[in-house]
């Protein structure tokens, strides 16, 4: 969450109260309101979120999505937003059903806490002559430090010749190199995909660009997924808690566990006004239940702290962070 959004949602409350800027509050929850997959094979997964954060006290509701188009499938991740609360409206281009260039307004119907409406775009090209199997480079869930490796064949049965050139990913813990099966007609590649053994944990999706001479299929997207676990989870891992009044305090339970027993060495936060029950986090154990308290100070505006926590089971110090408004 950037320091600029808790400016912007000081400022964003008289706006929604006024209504002088129409609809454009909902339109910039919005990171982005369009989406270009680019060349896609038949039948390969593409898929993009469309990821909205709400600045504002007063929680907002996505009543329903709707798609101009059967060639998109759109669905709401998280209908209801509090204050700080990240969402996502996942579109799907359906490359399994239809060809050729496609696009599709999204519709997104807002009711609360104003009504209104923002149209999201995608577009793409879908070609019969290009197939990947499997469709998507899925390399499920990975145990942290260990890597994981996936092959990929790549067809093209155009009328024009295509020689993949090149390989471009904008992961640094994603790798990709692509073999030509000589001799085999119509064209035909192994791609390797490998994710490295220093890949954090989170989850990963995003796109590999195959770059290759021909004329129309410049690039061609391969989507990557990937879900690494760390050796400590924080559960949940950020505290949304809404408006608190000058000096309220609220408290929260945190889960943190390990795959095996470990100690909690510290838990502290980057601000005054975040408090920690720490009874029992020196024994070793594989779960600890850690209550955290939050106090709200007497100016209003933005509530935000981010808690790390250091164990002996990993180097690694998971974070917490707590979000919230101190009304005036």
Not at 87 to 93: D, E
Not at 141 to 166: F, K
Not at 213 to 234: F, G, N, S
Request: include cysteine; glycine fraction near 8%.
């Amino acid at each position: 969450m950037r320091l600029t959004s808790f400016v912007i949602a000081l400022v964003a409350v008289m706006l929604l109260g006024s209504g002088a800027q129409g609809q454009q509050w909902a339109t910039k929850m919005f990171d982005s309101t369009s989406h270009n997959f680019g060349s896609v094979a038949r039948g390969a997964k593409a898929e993009y979120e469309f990821t909205l954060t709400n600045p504002y006290m007063q929680d907002v509701h996505i009543r329903s999505v709707s798609t101009s188009c059967g060639c998109t499938t759109a669905t709401i991740k998280k209908p209801t937003l509090k204050t700080y609360e990240s969402g996502v409206i996942h579109a799907k281009f359906n490359s399994h059903l239809f060809l050729g260039k496609k696009g599709a307004t999204i519709t997104v119907n807002i009711d609360r806490p104003q009504r209104a409406t923002v149209r999201l775009r995608v577009d793409g090209y879908i070609h019969s002559d290009l197939i990947l199997n499997p469709k998507s480079a899925d390399l499920g869930t990975v145990e942290r430090g260990s890597g994981a490796e996936r092959h990929i064949s790549v067809r093209y049965a155009g009328r024009y010749s295509l020689r993949i050139v090149g390989v471009k990913s904008l992961n640094p813990h994603i790798t990709a190199k692509v073999a030509a099966n000589s001799g085999v007609r119509p064209a035909s590649y192994d791609l390797h995909v490998q994710l490295d053994k220093e890949a954090p944990a989170g989850y990963i999706k995003e796109s590999l660009v195959l770059m290759t001479d021909h004329h129309q299929l410049k690039q061609i997207p391969v989507m990557v997924e990937a879900r690494v676990l760390p050796e400590i989870t924080v559960t949940p891992d950020t505290l949304f808690l809404g408006v608190l009044k000058p000096g309220e305090k609220i408290t929260k339970n945190v889960v943190i566990s390990g795959k095996k027993p470990f100690v909690i060495k510290s838990i502290a936060a980057n601000h005054e006004g975040a408090e920690f029950a720490t009874r029992g986090i020196d024994v070793a154990k594989p779960m600890h239940l850690v209550p955290v308290t939050i106090v709200a100070g007497e100016s209003p505006g933005a509530l935000v702290h981010k808690i790390t926590i250091e164990t002996d089971a990993s180097p690694d110090r998971p974070e917490l962070n707590s979000y919230a408004v101190v009304q005036p």
